[in-house]
């Protein structure tokens, strides 16, 4: 089992910046190294769309909605997963969740067999 909490979320005005944080309490850098991680979003009456996701390479990917404005980065040594939202616009605004597997083909979809609690992202135009 692989607890993991989001934090950084708020409510910011249409072209500002957030940047997300997911941490995994309790798990060693090398522990969270193994594991492929990434985000994804879900907002009232819409479908679950994964953001980005960096692998154990380092290797990112991103949702084309969001491609040149976010970037998924992970600090191993303070197991911690982040998300640096630029150019914000109120299609962003939905619950973002982190997540987390140790199957690189499953996370790469961004389908995690570990997730947070989630935090809210606003974005008011």
């Known amino acids: 089992q692989v607890q993991l909490v989001e934090s950084g979320g708020g409510s910011v005005q249409s072209g500002g910046s957030l940047r997300l944080s997911c941490a995994a309490p309790?798990?060693?850098?090398?522990?969270?190294?193994?594991?492929?991680m990434g985000w994804f979003r879900q907002a009232p009456g819409k479908e679950r769309e994964g953001v980005a996701v960096?692998?154990?390479?380092?290797?990112?990917t991103y949702a084309d909605s969001v491609k040149g404005r976010f970037a998924v980065s992970k600090d191993n040594a303070k197991a911690t997963l982040y998300l640096q939202m630029s150019s914000l616009n109120p299609n962003d605004t939905a619950m973002y969740y982190c997540?987390?597997?140790?199957?690189?083909?499953?996370?790469?979809?961004?389908?995690?067999?570990?997730w947070g609690q989630g935090t809210q992202v606003t974005v008011s135009s």
């Open positions: 960096i692998d154990t390479d380092g290797v990112t």
């Open positions: 997540g987390a597997d140790a199957d690189g083909t499953r996370c790469r979809k961004a389908w995690f067999t570990y």
């Open positions: 309790g798990y060693s850098g090398y522990t969270f190294s193994t594991y492929c």
